[in-house]
């Protein structure tokens, strides 16, 4: 029995972690797939999908179930994402998630998909954590231990930082740069 | 004489469909581009290419001109855009529109444009119908018969709305799943 | 009942033609896939999209069926080709293909696939029917009436006689111009 | 010692002009890549990258240190985003930019950027010069004498208007044609 | 101490098992990039990167190093290939490669490679197995163990042994279908 | 009157020169458009955009007309390239090739394009000078005294002897690394 569960895991996060746990009482084996793979270095998704997987391998490597981190790349078209998905994928026969858009397409695809409300936490915490990174407030005690170290070691903060200097003139730093 | 109409028809409806009876009867040939063909699933897209091609194929097959519904796919790149339509379509002497940037990429082409100012109501329609169908109100009388039963038959209004569910929560479907 | 059938129709041809009577007595509706929808003006796929719609909608108008047209463009990319088409086309009840990768992806997929021995002629007819033109021998006879009408009126047959010399010099106008 | 400078130049201006005046100042070549290449026909980009290859290339002509105007189309992608850029443009060896994202992303690849608060004003500039073309109010005396004559031989006043008119319909020209 | 080593794992052999056994002595952690990841279902790339995520990670489970199985997708630009590598993968040290495309990217980069005569077995005995497979002779004493459980399971032999048929016509599957 | 010259100048030699110097009695200005731009570190396109440019550049800038060398990159759809060409470069009132493909497309968008069988030479001369460049033969004489400066400031002998290692393996380095 392996489960299926997407994040862009910008970063991961205790909230994900959370889920993660509950997740693992009921699978043999969870594949963490970081969505938005292709994206850094902007407010939004700040760091590099080798940097995610990181994150997520230290904070997991403890879980007594076989886990896998794999990048999942954006295709910008929704009606083939489940077939992208499970191409990238080891085969899962479920997913879990709480997005509607990706319940949708797994569930016109056949995939089963289980929620749960308390899913959703992970979700508020991401945006609040990236804003406390840009303001220079406390969010060491928002993630897992070794995630804090992968931050620390690339140095995330002055990044995450520099780059939404970049958005409050107003410009969207997930395309690329963009100079006027 | 073979006419272009693009639109993205999501859905095909009444104001689209009052436009191409007046296109009738100036062309003998109307080829009925659908754009943005690689979207689906989205609060502005939310129906796929085929199930638009059928709306529309569906809705004009008692006109008595001949008639093309042709997918166009977006290419992200304004200057090439009329050169691409060209080599999708079937040949054709004018366009219909009344988007300005439509209007002008085909001029600076030196594609023959004609637009009215009834051609605007479809585009008034379009965001109307799609606000009714996430709301659960009344849609069925702004679209053509034929349309009402293709959106049924694919859980079309569902569709819609799960997916603005995860629109409200200030995401963008149109890129493809991006969950936190 | 709707098939799907799939080809590059350059051109379509009388191999095609008889193909699609055979289907025509199995089902209601036929999708006509036109692949590889972006190629055009190289030896292998000297007609545009557009211009293979023509071929195919002149060429079919008299059948009993309702048929459709509907290009598709290459994503590169195997594993998602199914979904794509599925997107692209009307929906379908059945696939015809003699093809071993086009069947192979279906059946992975969970489609139904019809092939036929007499399929095959198409695949010889093609690259012999496109020789032919490049060596100004007769080929009008290998085509449906409405065929001829559309290369004539295009210049098609200097067109690929002028891109196969280019090919002649070791080189694939598949790409794009690539010149020395 | 050959510099880079890069920008979207839409259209190049006195701000952009009275910068690259500075760094022919330090440098014995300059780089001026033109970034988002392939967007055009916008609000925000309404400039072909080869209508403002015209304006640097005009403008610059005098100028006693050795010029280069490179396109550098958009990869989307910021990880690679330096790459991209050096492998486009002749080697040079410091960048000019006060970008904070441009900045991290070189810094990142250990490439010296230097940056100064005059650098800014082009920004504000090329917001208020393109407001100010879509308004029929006065732009010219902003702009280097050759770029007003680009800007009239391809009726540049009248693309913007055109194409600002669907954008004020609450739609983004940037990713083509998108008609409702 | 981190090393990289990218080979595309179509499949992991005994060959690629032998070298990460002896990259094993080297380092303390090894990231196995899983090249041309996109491609799959073709006679040069028959099998998914999620199906060569599993092949990877269920034969290194044993070994002492930390090991991480990251799929790369080609971005077809030579140019900015080593950057790309380096935002989907944990930060390395080393790259391990006799490639020498390879070799001389990173070297342009200023990364540390280290190669083996040792390393081109792997090379030949690819080419070899796949060879086997499509003709239905012997190869399972050429792979670890859990490959061939993972082969079994997903039914690659009959999937390798179909497009190959394809391919027999004088065409490539890497590129998607292309039927006649 | 402003002529459009393009090539892949892979790298630029005596025979583009000449042709080059012939076309200047022609015009007042010229394009020199790079083809390929994205493609790089392979034994057909052994150097980046930047570097082709430095070429470019260094060996025309005695000539009396004004010259621009302007990167184009791929875009993989021969039905786009001429409005692609056009979006990139400065307006151009002719178009300078002997490549059949080439012509044909500037003929079908109305371009006029001129031709002479003197520009032929430049084709045998580009693979004969990198067979040269591969075997460690005498190349220098052929390319213009700038082009041999670039190429050994790069080690550029050493790239393609390197790349065309790969090759001889049987795989294309064209289209990114693609190790066993």
């Known amino acids: 029995m392996r489960g ?25 084996e ?10 850094s270095h902007s407010t939004r998704n700040p760091f590099t999908a080798g940097e995610r997987i990181m994150m997520v391998a230290k904070s997991v490597v403890d879980f007594d179930i076989t886990t896998y981190a794999v990048p999942i790349e954006d295709l910008e078209r929704n009606s083939v994402w489940v077939s992208h998905v499970q191409s990238m994928s080891p085969a899962f026969d479920v997913a879990y998630s709480n ?13 089963e998909v289980r929620q749960s409300p308390m899913f959703n936490r992970g979700v508020l915490q991401g945006t609040e954590l990236r804003n406390r990174m840009m303001n220079g407030e406390e969010w060491r005690s928002l993630v897992p231990e070794p995630v804090v170290g992968v931050i620390d070691e690339i140095g ?18 997930d395309g690329g740069p963009d100079p006027e």
Chains 1, 2, 3, 4, 5, 6 share one sequence.
Do not use: C
């Not at 995450?160 to 410009?171: H, K, N």
């Open 156 to 173: 995330g903060i002055e990044r995450i930082q520099r780059v939404s200097d970049t958005d409050s003139d107003g410009r969207d730093s």
């Open 30 to 39: 969870l594949v963490l797939g970081i969505g938005s793979a292709g994206d």
């Open 99 to 111: 997005n509607p858009l990706v319940i949708q397409l797994f569930k016109e695809a056949g995939v």
């Open 4 to 28: 299926f569960y997407i994040g862009r895991f910008q970063p991961y996060h205790n909230g994900h972690h959370q889920m993660v746990k509950e997740i693992a009482t009921e699978v043999d």
